[in-house]
Structure formats: C-alpha cells, structure tokens
C-alpha cells in the first residue's frame, strides 16, 4: 500500500513539474501583461502543489531524522505560500482580464 502512495505521488510530482514548466514557457512568451499574469499564477499554484507532494515523499521515504523534518516543514511552507499567493495572483489578474473584456 506504501508503494503505490509512493508510485503516485512521484507521478504527481511529475505531472506537477511538467505543468510548471508549459506554464512557465507560456508566461514568458506571451506579449500581453494580463496572460503572462495568468500563466505566472498557474505556475505558481502548480509549483506549490510540487513543493507539498515532494514534501509528503519525503516523509515516506526519510523516517525522524531531524534535518529531514525540518526540511519536509520548509516545504509544507513554501507550498502552501505558493499556492495562496498563485490564487491570490489568479484572481486578480482574471477580474483585470474581464474587466479589460466588458469595456
């Protein structure tokens, strides 16, 4: 059962990475402000769900050790900073997309 928890949070932590990277290569190719916002917002949302599975495979890898702990918490952190921030930066840039749309 551990395995297969394993197996499918490291095909997480790919699909994650993968989804960070197109989202990456979008925001910085695209010429308008409000889409390269979006894109940067979805990569951010996508990079904290990344930086949370890699923290949760550490712990089913990495068993009391204290700099692993410490680490695994450093990422929790992070991860859900990201992904409030990706939300946050989200919500903006869409109500400025849609008000940009009705005008």
């Given amino acids: 059962m551990i395995s297969v928890i394993r197996y499918c949070l490291f095909a997480l932590l790919v699909i994650t990475c993968l989804c960070s990277a197109y989202y990456s290569y979008r925001a910085r190719r695209s010429a308008d ?8 917002s979805n990569m951010n949302i996508c990079l904290g769900i990344m930086l949370i599975v890699l923290a949760l495979i550490c712990m089913f890898i990495f ?7 410490v680490i695994e918490g450093l990422f929790l952190v992070l991860g859900a900073f990201n992904i409030f921030a990706g939300i946050r930066n989200r919500g903006h840039f869409s109500r400025m997309k849609s008000s940009d749309t009705k005008a």
């Fill in 33 to 40: 402000v409000r889409d390269r916002g979006l894109y940067g």
């Fill in 63 to 69: 068993h009391g050790s204290t700099a692993a702990v």
